[in-house]
């Protein structure tokens, strides 16, 4: 194993604390359309924690059924947030834009207007990516397509500390593909050998691992094995655990 010179890092789960995302993007969905489409606000904002898992439901079962060779990561997100904005109005029992791009195009702009007010991020992030970024090259490789993991870094003020925010769109593969993190170290120009993944997810890390990266799981309740290389309890635990290891390889 090389010197480790570069860092990809999950959002959800890692950066920010999904669990705290969910009750203010309810409130922000209300503010958003309420004053555009009708509705109270928290009318709004009930219906999409009510719609909200089929729609998710409908989206993973259709990148589990994934062709590479016709699969269009771009189109799934206007294929979910088409779904997303349609199941809300008949939800609401209010009329949607006719067109599906009209859809999609005003699903977009709510979460452009969302996601930079949101903040969920868990304790000492900041500072820690401040402190990674001093010493690494900073990617990110996440679930969240590159455009919103732009607004979720930027309202945390981190989003230019990253040498770019790599999601799904950017390789073209939905993120359990177990080829996600090789086309992500192919298109960066970084040899996996040189490189650590963090995740929350165990099998999200699978692909990282095979392609010659070291692994780093974020997880309370998950001990070292196999299949991760480290476990660490959060982001702020990540620079000390990489300073002990920069330290084994200078005395290997």
């Known amino acids: 194993m090389g010197r480790i010179r570069y860092l990809f890092l999950d959002d959800g789960g890692v950066i920010n604390d999904n669990s705290l995302r969910a009750p203010q993007w309810r409130r922000l969905v209300g ?41 269009d990561v771009l189109h799934e997100t206007y294929r979910y947030n088409v779904d997303w904005l349609r199941s809300m109005c008949e939800a609401m029992g209010i009329e949607a834009p006719v067109s599906d791009d009209d859809c999609a195009g005003l699903a977009r702009e709510a979460s452009g207007w969302i996601l930079p007010q949101v903040r969920a991020s868990f304790p000492g992030v900041e500072g820690a990516v401040r402190e990674l970024a001093q010493d690494f090259t900073l ?18 003020g981190i989003d230019g500390l990253f040498q770019r925010l790599y999601g799904p ?17 192919a298109d960066a120009g970084v040899d996996p050998a040189s490189a650590v993944v963090v995740d929350d997810l165990p099998q999200a890390l699978h692909g990282a691992r095979e392609a010659g990266a070291l692994t780093v799981l974020v997880s309370l309740d998950h001990r070292p094995g196999s299949d991760v290389d480290a476990v660490i309890g959060r982001l702020a635990d990540l620079p000390a655990l990489l300073r002990d290891r920069q330290r084994l ?4």
Do not use: C
């Open 139 to 156: 990617f990110t490789a996440s679930g969240g397509v590159s455009y919103e993991l732009a607004a979720n870094l930027g309202g945390l």
């Open 249 to 252: 390889d200078r005395m290997g």
């Open 31 to 71: 503010e958003f359309f309420g004053p555009r489409l009708g509705g109270t606000k928290e009318a709004w904002a009930e219906v999409n924690r009510a719609v909200f898992p089929g729609v998710w439901q409908r989206s993973v079962a259709r990148l589990d059924a994934w062709d590479s060779s016709t699969g």
């Open 169 to 185: 769109d950017l390789v073209n593969t939905p993120k359990l593909d177990p080829t996600f993190h090789e086309r992500i170290f």
